[in-house]
C-alpha cells in the first residue's frame, strides 16, 4: 500500500497494490497492520455505502458531535471525493483538496474528524463504501452548501447543474456554520 499525504494536515490518500491477470484484479482494501503504521484508527464502528447516478453531488457533511473519521472508496465508477478543513486552529482552516477515487484505480482517501466531506459521481453510476470511526449522530450533522464562493471548489460539472438533495442545497454557508476550534 502507498500512503501519500495531501495539502491537508492528516488528509492520506491511500493507493493499494493492484494484481491483474486475464480474470479480472485483486487488491487489498483494508490492511490494519499498514494502516495502523500510517496513525489511522485501527477500530471502525459502521460501514456504510452509497449508489449514485452521473453529477449526483452529496455533501458537504460533517458532524459537530461524534465527529467521524472516514476511510472513502470506490467499488463501481469514478467520483471527485472533497474534504475540506474545519479546524479554525488549522494553518488550512477552510481549504479543500480534491482527489479522483474511481474502481479502477483503487485509491482511498483517509478524512479526519473535523473535517466536511463530499464527492461528485462523474461515471455513470458509482457505488460509494466507507468506514467510520464513530456511529451517525443526526442530532450532531451539519451540512455546508456545495458551491459556497468563500471555499470555490472546482466541481468539474461543465454546463450542467449537479443533482443534490434538499438538505445538501439548503447547507449553511461556509463563514457561518458551526466548525472546529
Do not use: C
Not at 503504521?37 to 453529477?55: I, Y
Not at 472516514?70 to 465508477?77: A, E, N
Not at 460539472?157 to 438538505?167: D, T, W
Amino acid at each position: 500500500m502507498k500512503i501519500e499525504e495531501t495539502s491537508l494536515p492528516g488528509l492520506l490518500v491511500i493507493t493499494p497494490r493492484i494484481f491483474s491477470d486475464s480474470r479480472g484484479y485483486f487488491l487489498e482494501t483494508y490492511n490494519r497492520r499498514a494502516m495502523s503504521e500510517a496513525g489511522l484508527p485501527d477500530t471502525w464502528v459502521q460501514d456504510n455505502f452509497s449508489f449514485s447516478k452521473k453529477n449526483v453531488l452529496r455533501g458537504i457533511h460533517y458532524q459537530v458531535t461524534q465527529p467521524q473519521g472516514k476511510l472513502v472508496r470506490v467499488t463501481q465508477g469514478s467520483v471527485l471525493d472533497v474534504a475540506v478543513d474545519l479546524w479554525r486552529s488549522s494553518p488550512t482552516f477552510g481549504k479543500h483538496h480534491g482527489v479522483e477515487l474511481g474502481a479502477e484505480n483503487g485509491r482511498m482517501l483517509w478524512i479526519p474528524a473535523g473535517f466536511g466531506h463530499a464527492f461528485l459521481v462523474l461515471s455513470e453510476v458509482a457505488g460509494f463504501a466507507y468506514k467510520v470511526t464513530d456511529y451517525y449522530s443526526p442530532a450532531g450533522e451539519r451540512t455546508i452548501v456545495w458551491n459556497d464562493p468563500d471555499l470555490a471548489i472546482p466541481w468539474p460539472v461543465a454546463a450542467e447543474e449537479p443533482i443534490v438533495s434538499e438538505k445538501d442545497a439548503a447547507g449553511a454557508r461556509f463563514k457561518d456554520a458551526e466548525v472546529f476550534a
